[in-house]
């Protein structure tokens, strides 16, 4: 479960690349790092 | 034709896929983006595929029709993106703020809560979140991509 203010961050983060050229998928560990700064931790969210 | 490295021609699909996306709330076909790109269409198709394979789009199962282009949605939901006069679907809540996020704009989301299908009326207004409620998914995070429609 994530809060809307939490959406907008973890959209910003995941999202916020998504149409420059040199975008790239994250790695799993860079995932799980963005997962954590948007406070999204607990097995859960455990990649 | 000049060849082109595969992973140059991959992303320079994925851009425009992007781009159509954007623009038109569509998502091109791949023998329109061969065209507009002048690359052979079947080097086009199989770019499409690299990118679903890679979690990149989700193609309609067994074509090359997109379903997908997070956080862009190709087909209706009810998951609905306005800024301006544009509007876009999203394939879910979260794709719904990752559309504002990748374009950079404000914008405003209508969805309905999928329990009591109850408007729901949030978005993103001078760069900040608003609405009530909250967003509840159901499928661990490590399996998000073992069946991503379900998801």
């Known amino acids: ?47 | 034709m000049p060849e082109q490295p595969h992973d140059t021609l991959v992303g320079e699909v994925r851009m425009a896929i992007y781009v159509a996306i954007e623009g038109t709330g569509r998502a091109p076909a791949a023998a329109d983006v061969a065209l507009g790109h002048r690359l052979e269409p079947a080097a086009v198709e199989d770019a499409y595929r690299a990118l679903d394979a890679a979690h990149v789009i989700v193609l309609q199962t067994g074509t090359t029709e997109i379903k997908w282009a997070p956080p862009f949605s190709a087909v209706h939901t009810v998951f609905r993106v306005r800024a301006g006069r544009s509007s876009w679907f999203a394939p879910c809540a979260w794709d719904a703020f990752g559309i504002p996020a990748a374009i950079e704009v404000d914008a405003r989301i209508e969805a309905a809560c999928a329990w009591s299908h109850e408007p729901i009326q949030c978005g993103v207004e001078f760069g900040r979140a608003y609405g009530d409620g909250v967003i509840h998914l159901l499928v661990p995070a490590a399996h998000f991509w073992d069946d991503i429609e379900y998801t």
Request: no cysteine; net charge negative; proline share 6%.
């Open chain 1, 1 to 47: 479960m994530m809060t809307i203010p939490q959406a907008w961050e973890l959209a910003q983060k995941w999202y916020g690349t998504r149409l420059e050229p040199d975008f790239r998928r994250p790695t799993k560990e860079e995932a799980q790092a963005i997962f954590e700064r948007v406070g999204l931790t607990g097995a859960f969210w455990e990649l």
